[in-house]
């Protein structure tokens, strides 16, 4: 079954940083446009960054100057660098295809608290 794991997540004091890395299973990783996205307690899922299999990439306002995504298509593996944490950047963090989604993975709690 083709899923994505993430990883990486933790607790940190605010200002601080975390790298998410997510694997996927599947073949073919280098042609998706990829997308980490944030799903905090009783709000919807949102998208916060993507990256083309160009490398362009795109960020939300929200996250826009503190992460950025970035992959590596030899080990089908997306990562997000996050820096200057904020509280309210505590959520838990999922990666998919942007386009043509398959199933969620787990995902990685992250949490920002002194």
């Known amino acids: 079954q083709v899923q994505f794991v993430e990883s990486g997540g933790g607790l940190v004091q605010p200002g601080g940083s975390l790298r998410l890395s997510c694997v996927y299973s599947g073949s073919a990783f280098n042609i998706y446009v990829m997308g980490w996205y944030r799903q905090a307690p009783g709000k919807q899922r949102e998208l916060v960054a993507t990256s083309t299999r160009g490398g362009s990439t795109n960020y939300a306002d929200s996250v826009s100057g503190r992460c950025t995504i970035s992959r590596d298509n030899a080990k089908n593996t997306v990562y997000l660098q996050m820096n200057s944490l904020k509280p309210e950047d505590t959520a838990v963090y999922f990666c998919?295809?942007?386009?043509?989604?398959?199933?969620w993975g787990q995902g990685t709690q992250v949490t920002v608290s002194a």
């Open positions: 998919n295809r942007v386009y043509d989604q398959i199933s």
